[in-house]
């Protein structure tokens, strides 16, 4: 059986925003919902019987109130609750090898710096084998459209198979987004025995790579609105605007390497360091 995994925290409205928009997710594909919370492993370490104790409470009663909150979105959905113990990075990471997707909430709220919540979900999403959502405490409704940004790799197209069946699913616009740096193309040395390309040629060239990839999927999105974005800047930055306006951003990143637990793609580390709305990480 499928199955969607689900962060649980102690406290704050991000995680229980996540757990419902996992409940959703679930109770829509037929998938069974796994609700995960780690006690860290630091706890333990202070031999401090009564503080473990608080702790595991406290962890309990979280995932009491994720299952009530599943519940309230669909009382037929299969739900299982488990206390785990250590590194929530690597706990995650272990239990991503099962799942079909891993949503965890982020408390960013568009400061200018992340919350140590919000640096923990950039870990998880680096790490996790499974698809990452990340779901802010940002109400989205009223918004429509998948949001998903294509460059031609493989990792863009798996994000685009992804975005296109969630398009599908929810009977939502898909608008495929194509941002072009002049920088990155030519180098960044600007004529230093580089040379330059006109800028209408470059314009072409993107256009062009934004059509190929949609060519491969316009049969299985046939009852899908499509809507074709190609700008010259920043990736993150356009993706960002598109994101504004959208139910669901989502990106692809690089595939699990040494410096995985460390390190995202730079565009989907910068999509994730300022949410605009739920955004999914694909690999």
């Known amino acids: 059986m499928s199955e969607i995994v689900v962060g649980v925290s102690t406290g704050g409205r991000a995680s229980l925003t996540a757990v419902r928009w996992a409940a959703e997710r679930a109770s829509a594909v037929g998938s069974r919902l796994r609700l995960v919370h780690v006690v ?6 202070t031999d ?3 503080l473990l104790l608080a702790a595991q409470s406290a962890a309990r009663s979280s995932l009491d ?3 009530d909150a599943a519940a309230s979105v669909d009382r037929t959905l299969e739900v299982v609750s488990e206390l785990e113990q250590g590194s929530a990075v690597e706990v995650f990471d272990r ?3 099962r799942a079909d997707l891993l949503v ?3 408390d960013w709220h568009g400061g200018q710096r992340a919350s140590r919540r919000g640096v923990h979900s950039l870990r998880i999403a680096a790490s996790s084998h499974a698809p990452v959502a990340v779901i802010p405490d940002i109400d989205v409704s009223g918004r429509r459209g998948v949001v998903v940004g294509v460059d031609g ?3 863009s197209d798996a994000a685009l198979s992804f975005a296109v069946d969630e398009a599908v699913r929810l009977g939502e616009p898909l ?3 194509h941002a072009w740096d002049v920088a990155m193309m030519v180098g960044g040395d600007y004529g230093y025995g580089v040379p330059m390309v006109a800028s209408d040629d470059l314009q072409r060239a993107a256009e062009q790579v934004l059509d190929e990839a949609l060519a ?6 046939s009852s899908v609105e499509i809507s074709r974005v190609v700008v010259a800047g920043d990736p993150v930055i356009a993706l960002a605007e598109e994101a504004m306006s959208a139910r669901l951003l989502v990106v692809g990143s690089h595939g699990r390497g040494a410096l995985a637990r460390f390190l995202l793609g730079s565009v989907s580390h910068g999509v994730l360091a300022h949410l605009e709305g739920p955004t999914v990480v694909v690999r």
């Open 48 to 50: 401090d019987a009564q």
């Open 153 to 155: 790799s493989e990792a």
């Open 175 to 177: 608008i495929a987004v």
């Open 65 to 67: 109130a994720a299952a």
């Open 104 to 106: 965890v909430g982020s």
């Open 216 to 221: 491969g999927v316009s049969s299985e999105a």
């Open 95 to 97: 239990v991503s090898e």
């Open 40 to 45: 860290e492993g630091s706890i333990p370490s």
